[in-house]
């Protein structure tokens, strides 16, 4: 996985790096650095269609807690 320098705190990009390469919708997280990033910052990445948000604000766009099949990055489901 190739490694994006991205974030105004290097040790963020390891997630925007996994948000690209999971070819994730959304990433979820309290953290202000990876908050701030604009739009043009993530359509330069290649993570155009990458929403980043918070806990609560992803909550209330998907109406509670994230459904089956959701997991934080690097986690892995447990089988059924």
């Not at 990458?50 to 604000?57: E, G, S, V």
């Not at 807690?65 to 990055?73: D, I, N, Q, Y």
Request: glycine share 12%; net charge positive.
């Amino acid at each position: 996985t190739e490694r994006l320098r991205v974030c105004r705190d290097p040790k963020d990009d390891a997630y925007v790096s996994l948000a690209r390469a999971g070819k994730a919708d959304v990433l979820v997280t309290g953290d202000r650095d990876l908050l701030s990033l604009s739009g043009d910052v993530l359509t330069r990445a290649g993570l155009a269609g990458l929403k980043i948000m918070t806990p609560a604000a992803f909550l209330k766009v998907h109406g509670g807690p994230p459904a089956r099949g959701w997991r934080r990055a690097g986690e892995v489901e447990p089988e059924p």
